[in-house]
């Protein structure tokens, strides 16, 4: 579970964990949160580790899996949530923050992706759900870097989960609207007008989602985006 220290990744945590599935708590610099994540879990009855690792990092990923594997055991599913952006109109975006973005938005996915697999397969059971957004599939002035790197979430997750259908492995995207978390402080208010729901949605409400794509009763479900945001993308 990556990026798991705050926000939707702390909250998709918890819910796999209240699921009885032993969790890894992956973050970058956020050790005081992941810490939290940590103890909410164990204090609930579930079992958590804090894994850190910049997931951005090409080399990180393997290492990662590595450590999950030695603490938790084989991994069943894998929760790509770990994101961020960096906003800027595309005519003066800069080359840094159009790489950071899409190395850790969507290289990580695929890398991590890529890396649980194998192993997946020759289990015949795996569950692989990418955090995309509903930003991508529709457009929003200032994240030319951050819809380009989620439009191609939902296009990676698809592709691959026609790849290992047949092997029991369900590969999917969740992509939420507007939740309030630290990335979405200082959005416009406005914004929520444009929601037909009328509200912004919690973390739990795309964890609950989440929890359902890794669970047995998802079985028939992959390649496909399900969309948590009050109906923003309708
Ligand atoms: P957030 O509050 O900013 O949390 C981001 C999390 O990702 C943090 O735990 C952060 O860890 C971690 N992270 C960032 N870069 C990382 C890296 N290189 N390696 C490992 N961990 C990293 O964001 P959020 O709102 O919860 O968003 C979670 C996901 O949902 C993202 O993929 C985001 O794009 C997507 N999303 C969010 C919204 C929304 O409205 N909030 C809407 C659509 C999609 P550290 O604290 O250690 O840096």
């Known amino acids: 579970m990556t990026g798991a220290s705050r926000g939707i990744g702390a909250a998709i945590a918890l819910a796999l964990a209240a699921d009885g599935w032993p969790v890894a708590v992956n973050y970058r610099s956020g050790v005081d949160g992941a810490t939290a994540t940590v103890e909410a879990i164990v204090s609930a009855g579930g079992h958590a580790v804090a894994i850190q690792g910049d997931v951005s990092d090409p080399a990180v990923p393997d290492r990662l899996l590595g450590a999950v594997r030695e603490q938790l055991g084989p991994l069943a599913v894998l929760v790509n949530n770990a994101g961020l952006r960096a906003d800027g109109l595309a005519l003066s975006l800069s080359d840094e923050d159009w790489q950071r973005v899409l190395d850790t938005n969507l290289g990580a996915t695929y890398r991590l992706t890529r890396a649980v697999l194998r192993e997946m397969i020759r289990a015949r059971f795996g569950r692989v759900i990418n955090i995309a957004s509903v930003i991508g599939p529709r457009a ?8 380009a790197s989620k439009a191609a979430v939902i296009a990676f997750s698809k592709t691959a ?53 890794a669970s047995e009763r998802a079985s028939y479900i992959t390649a496909t985006t399900l969309y948590v945001d009050g109906g923003l993308s309708a």
Do not use: C, H, K, W
Not at 140 to 147: E, H, I, P
Not at 162 to 174: M, S
């Open 161 to 213: 989960a026609v790849e290992v259908a047949r092997r029991g492995v369900t590969i999917n995207a969740v992509a939420p609207g507007l939740i309030e978390t630290e990335m979405t402080e200082g959005i416009p208010s406005d914004l929520g007008e444009r929601i037909p729901a009328r509200r912004t949605g919690r973390p739990e409400e795309v964890a609950d989602a989440v929890a359902f794509l």
């Open 140 to 147: 929003n002035a200032g994240q030319a870097n951050y819809a």
